[in-house]
């Protein structure tokens, strides 16, 4: 079972930038796809960003393309999400999740392990 904590959520005003960090405790993090997923109120849980195990590629909703970044350092056993200029439809909770590999499914669903979440407002 892998545990993930999420840190680096919090109060920004459009425009600005957060980090989101993810760090597992499973010393096979390398093995696992990771990704990041948001809930805002009322609506339902959504993807936004997934990273392959090497990290050599990464997918992206089409809401966030060009403004957040998903990363990894399998030596550290964290992933992270670069978030740029914000906007307040960003606002959510923002969790990562692992799953294994799978040749034969999107990397928008399909995880296995969820974090607790970290809370992002953005609000002027």
């Known amino acids: 079972q892998v545990q993930l904590a999420e840190s680096g959520g919090g109060s920004v005003q459009p425009g600005d930038s957060l980090r989101l960090s993810c760090v597992a405790s499973?010393?096979?993090?390398?093995?696992?796809?990771m990704g990041w997923h948001r809930q805002a109120p009322g609506k339902e849980r959504e993807f936004v960003a997934a990273?392959?195990?090497?990290?050599?590629?990464?997918h992206y909703a089409g809401s966030v393309k060009g403004r957040f970044t998903i990363s990894r350092d399998n030596a550290k056993n964290t992933v992270y999400l670069q978030m740029n200029n914000l906007k307040p439809e960003d606002t959510a909770v923002y969790y990562c999740?692992?799953?294994?590999?799978?040749?034969?499914?999107?990397?928008?669903?399909?995880?296995?392990?969820w974090g607790q979440g970290t809370q992002v407002t953005v609000s002027s």
């Open positions: 499973d010393r096979t993090f390398s093995r696992y796809v």
């Open positions: 990273i392959t195990t090497s990290g050599d590629y990464q």
């Open positions: 999740a692992a799953r294994v590999p799978r040749a034969t499914e999107s990397l928008t669903r399909g995880y296995d392990y």
